[in-house]
Nanobody, 118 residues
Framework: QVELVESGGGSVQAGGSLRLSCRVS???????MGWFRQAPGKEREGVAY???????TYIDSTKGRFTISKDNSKNTLYLQMNALQPEDAGMYYC?????????????WGQGTQVTVSS
């Protein structure tokens, strides 16, 4: 069983920053990983992705403000979020693909809450 544990969420004012972490119980080196978020009453959406080669992808609303990265030696995924806006608020989840070089997300964490006040 693979365990993903997010941390780093909290409450900030608009314009502030947070750094989310996702610690994984097995190697992430050859796996696609991503951060997703879900606001109340809305569907979950992908925020940022990083593949096994370290190539990153962002949705338009987070480009230039969010940075996804990973430390393979620590089996940890990060999301640096700057210039946060109220629309960034929600529960943030990290996810990992089950198979090497697959980008189908099979494993999910429990989430960490991000609140942004205007």
């Amino acid at each position: 069983q693979v365990e993903l544990v997010e941390s780093g969420g909290g409450s900030v004012q608009a314009g502030g920053s947070l750094r989310l972490s996702c610690r994984v119980s097995k190697s992430i080196q050859t796996r696609c990983m991503g951060w997703f978020r879900q606001a109340p009453g809305k569907e979950r959406e992908g925020v940022a992705y990083i593949d096994a080669h370290g190539v990153t992808t962002y949705i338009d609303s987070t480009k230039g403000r969010f940075t996804i990265s990973k430390d393979n030696s620590k089996n940890t995924l990060y999301l640096q979020m700057n210039a946060l806006q109220p629309e960034d608020a929600g529960m943030y989840y990290c996810a990992m693909a089950a198979f090497t070089f697959s980008c189908v997300y099979d494993y999910w964490g429990q989430g960490t809450q991000v609140t942004v006040s205007s």
